[in-house]
């Protein structure tokens, strides 16, 4: 089994940025894929951000290229999804997943509220 505990997320003006961490425990060492994803009210949950454990490439949603920035922490088994520019449409619940393997996002944390004002 895997936990992910998702945090950072706040009030933010538009334009400005923010840094979501998430820490992940238990069997990590599966780890293929992390990512990150969003939701906002009367939507559907969207991909934003992904990160492959081994190599560390990463993979952005086209809302998120140039904006936001998904990095790791190895030692930590921590990985960060750094938000700048942020605008009133990134506002949503963001969750955390990790993939055993490529096929499927297998875990997810409990979700850290985001929220841009205009």
């Known amino acids: 089994q895997v936990q992910l505990v998702e945090s950072g997320g706040s009030l933010v003006q538009a334009g400005g940025s923010l840094r979501l961490s998430c820490a992940a425990s238990g069997r990590t060492f599966t780890t293929y894929f992390m990512g990150w994803f969003r939701q906002s009210p009367g939507k559907e949950r969207e991909f934003v951000a992904q990160l492959t454990w081994s190599s560390g490439s990463t993979y952005y949603a086209d809302s998120a290229k140039g904006r936001f920035t998904i990095s790791r922490a190895n030692a930590k088994n921590t990985v960060y999804l750094q938000m700048n520019s942020v605008k009133s449409e990134d506002t949503a619940v963001y969750y955390c997943?990790?993939?055993?393997?490529?096929?499927?996002?297998?875990?997810w944390g409990q979700g850290t509220q985001v929220t841009v004002s205009s």
């Open positions: 997943a990790l993939a055993t393997t490529r096929s499927k996002y297998d875990y």
